[in-house]
C-alpha cells in the first residue's frame, strides 16, 4: 500500500515537470496585453518551405498596422528576427515549439525593453506545388513568455475560410486566427 502511494507520487511530480516544460500560454499575460497600452514589435515574417528560407518586412508591416489600426498596440517593425527554422517535422505543433524556442532564445539575448511584446509569424509551403500548408504566430513578452502561440492549418476554421494562395492571404488567416483566439 505505501509503495503505490510512493509510485503515484512519483508518477504525479514526473507529470508536472513534463507539463511545466512544455510551451503554453500564460493566459494572464494574454489579457494583460490586450488591456493596451503595450508596444508591440514585429519581427519579418519568415517564409519557408523544405528547400528555401526568407524573411518578409511587407508582410510584417500589414501585420503592424492591423495591430496599430485596431488600436491593440504600439506596433513597429523591426529588421531583426529569431534564427530561422528549417527543421521540418511531420507534427506541425513539433515545429512550432522548436521556432518558439528560437524566438524565446532570441528574445532573452536582445534583451528587448520591459513592457514590449514580441510577434513573430511563419508561413510554410509544402508539396510539390508548394502550397500554403500552415501558419504558426506567436506573440511574447520581453522576456520571452508566451502570451499566444497560434498554429493555423487544414485543421483550422479560419485557415479553411480563407484558403490561403498568398501570403497575404495568410495575414488575413492571421488575423482571423488571431482575433477569435483573443476573444476566448
Given amino acids: 500500500m ?67 489600426e485596431k488600436k491593440i498596440s504600439e506596433a513597429e517593425v523591426i529588421d531583426l528576427y529569431p534564427p530561422p527554422n528549417g527543421n521540418w517535422m511531420p507534427d506541425q505543433s513539433e515545429m512550432a515549439d522548436e521556432s518558439l524556442g528560437l524566438l524565446i532564445e532570441f528574445v532573452r539575448y536582445h534583451k528587448f525593453p520591459n513592457g514590449t511584446y514580441i510577434f513573430y509569424c511563419e508561413i510554410l509551403r509544402g508539396g510539390k506545388n508548394s502550397k500554403i500548408v500552415g501558419i504558426h504566430y506567436y506573440l511574447v513578452d520581453n522576456v520571452g513568455r508566451i502570451a499566444i502561440k497560434g498554429i493555423l492549418n487544414s485543421h483550422n476554421e479560419e485557415f479553411i475560410k480563407e484558403e490561403p494562395v498568398t501570403n497575404e492571404d495568410c495575414v488575413d488567416a492571421l488575423i482571423n486566427g488571431f482575433e477569435n483566439k483573443v476573444l476566448q
Fill in 2 to 68: 505505501r509503495t503505490g502511494k510512493i509510485l503515484y507520487a512519483t508518477a504525479v511530480i514526473i507529470l508536472m515537470i513534463i507539463i511545466s516544460g512544455c510551451s503554453s500560454e500564460n493566459k494572464l499575460l494574454r489579457e494583460k496585453f490586450i488591456s493596451g497600452g503595450y508596444k508591440m514589435i514585429v519581427c519579418p515574417v519568415h517564409l519557408l518551405d523544405r528547400e528555401s528560407s526568407s524573411f518578409d518586412r511587407t508582410l510584417a508591416e500589414m501585420i503592424a498596422d492591423y495591430f496599430n
